[in-house]
T-cell receptor, first 116, second 117 residues
């Protein structure tokens, strides 16, 4: 079974509007972390936001927020006030456990295009 | 913030040659590093977990003899693609988290685009 599922291969959003990128995960572990990374065309992986499984409040980092619904096992990324520079691939990821040797599992990604 | 340096960023080689890719953690120690492979417009596929001072752990389907991993120090892991062939052409990217302390995120190198002719 897939650990991380991203069902939106591509998304379009108008500049300055908000957009939600979907992510669902599958784990039986109690301790895990959920992450979103941005990958522009240059290939680098840019960390955006993190949510721990025990965190009760949704994580926020500037224009990024993570809508964490534990019971539904979803961790959607919300980008507010989209900018042209937000156009990129976005990957949802999960780490089971909290140690440096725990593997990260990545979803298939969502290609976001921001229209002027 | 923590920085992971990966070199080279791009390499073109002839079929049958070996290529070495270096991954360094510049300002932290990492007993564990990860190597990923990414095909165009696809996700990152974990190839192996590199462990300092011991053998790497390879994911199912990844050839150990084709992709040699050496993690000789706490700040350096290398991936050698041996006898490279065109089907090995891909984007390879390494990552690490600091050994000491608790750090949530994975720090990535900038990746290496390998093209085998």
């Amino acid at each position: 079974a897939q650990k991380i599922t991203q069902t939106q291969p591509g998304m379009f959003v108008q500049e300055k509007e908000a957009v939600t990128l979907d992510c669902t995960y599958d784990t039986s572990d109690q301790s895990y972390g959920l992450f979103w990374y941005k990958q522009p065309s240059s290939g680098e992986m840019i960390f955006l936001i993190y949510q721990g499984s025990y965190d009760e409040q949704n994580a926020t980092e500037g224009r990024y927020s993570l809508n964490f619904q534990k019971a539904r096992k979803s961790a959607n990324l919300v980008i507010s006030a989209s900018q042209l520079g937000d156009s990129a691939m976005y990957f949802c990821a999960m780490r089971e456990g909290r140690y440096n040797f725990n593997k990260f599992y990545f979803g298939s990604g969502t290609k976001l295009n921001v229209k002027p | 913030g923590a920085v992971v340096s990966q070199h080279p960023s791009r390499v073109i080689c002839k079929s049958g040659t070996s290529v070495k890719i270096e991954c360094r953690s510049l300002d932290f120690q990492a007993t564990t590093m990860f190597w990923y492979r990414q095909f165009p417009k696809q996700s990152l596929m974990l190839m192996a977990t590199s462990n300092e001072g011991s053998k790497a752990t390879y994911e199912q389907g990844v050839e150990k003899d084709k992709f040699l991993i050496n993690h000789a120090s706490l700040t350096l892991s290398t991936l050698t693609v041996t006898s490279a062939h065109p089907e090995d052409s891909s984007f390879y990217i390494c990552s690490a988290t600091p050994t000491l302390g608790y750090h949530e995120k994975l720090f990535f190198g900038s990746g290496t685009q390998l093209s085998v002719l």
